[in-house]
């Protein structure tokens, strides 16, 4: 069956330290791995989408690797700030004949202290 | 640009009414898609609806949840009658339909901010 696998453990992490979360996968081929930002009482925002076949995405201050040997992606927020509190979700593409859709980690609550 | 609206913002309900959400998507997203989050689980892909069809609905949990898209704007997701297990938080997303013909163009999908379903 298909897995989604994110640290449950909140990571605390003081201001301008890089962040570095962690989303390990099962049975998803091909892999469109994403990652998202929740905010409470908001709904997910897209950050980043890197395919199978690259390994590394950046935007700003953010990396996301890929390694679908380990079947791992590593999500990092570099010089990271208190607004980058957020709670940060792992999904992968779920192809089906009739299309696709999202399935979800349950997601890594991070907090940056001053 | 307004981005995907949800009402209402929280329903409070007893067992066994009936309660509707709904969502309206960014305008000229044909993607529409139902997502739900229940305490302590991940949020789950319910259904998809392109334009007015339902393309995927495979994630309804049973057949007292029904989903529409009449002329393939806005969407309801109701729920009748409601039981306790039916409490979460209730997402839905929308994007554009792209890419051409044999390819694959995977389009971002933007989410609402959510209905939070509260089932006594």
């Known amino acids: 069956s298909q897995k989604i696998e994110q640290n449950s453990e909140a990571l605390n992490i003081q201001e301008g330290k890089t962040a570095t979360l962690t989303c390990n996968y099962t049975n998803y081929s091909p892999a469109y791995l994403q990652w998202y930002r929740q905010d409470p009482g908001r709904g997910p925002v897209f950050l980043l989408l890197i395919r199978e076949n690259e390994k590394e995405k950046r935007k700003e201050r953010l990396k996301v690797t890929f390694d679908t040997t380990l079947k791992q992606s590593l999500f990092h927020i570099t010089a990271s700030q208190p607004a980058d509190s957020a709670t940060y979700l792992c999904a992968l593409l779920r192809f089906s004949n009739s299309g696709y859709a999202l399935n979800f980690g349950k997601g890594t609550s991070l907090l940056v202290t001053p | 640009e307004a981005g995907v609206t949800q009402f209402p913002s929280h329903s409070v309900i007893e067992k066994g009414q009936t309660v509707t959400l709904r969502c309206d998507p960014i305008s000229g997203h044909d993607n529409l898609y139902w997502y739900r989050r229940v305490m302590g689980k991940e949020i789950k892909f319910l259904l998809h609806?392109?334009?007015?069809?339902?393309?995927?609905e495979s994630g309804m949990p049973n057949n007292r949840f029904l989903a529409e898209r009449t002329g393939g704007t806005y969407s309801t997701l109701k729920v009748q009658p409601a039981e306790l297990e039916d409490s979460g938080v209730y997402f839905c997303?929308?994007?554009?339909?792209?890419?051409?013909?044999?390819?694959?163009?995977?389009?971002?999908?933007?989410f609402g901010p959510g209905t939070r379903l509260t089932v006594l």
């Open positions: 609806f392109v334009k007015e069809s339902k393309q995927d």
């Open positions: 997303a929308s994007s554009q339909v792209g890419g051409s013909v044999g390819a694959f163009y995977y389009n971002e999908q933007f």
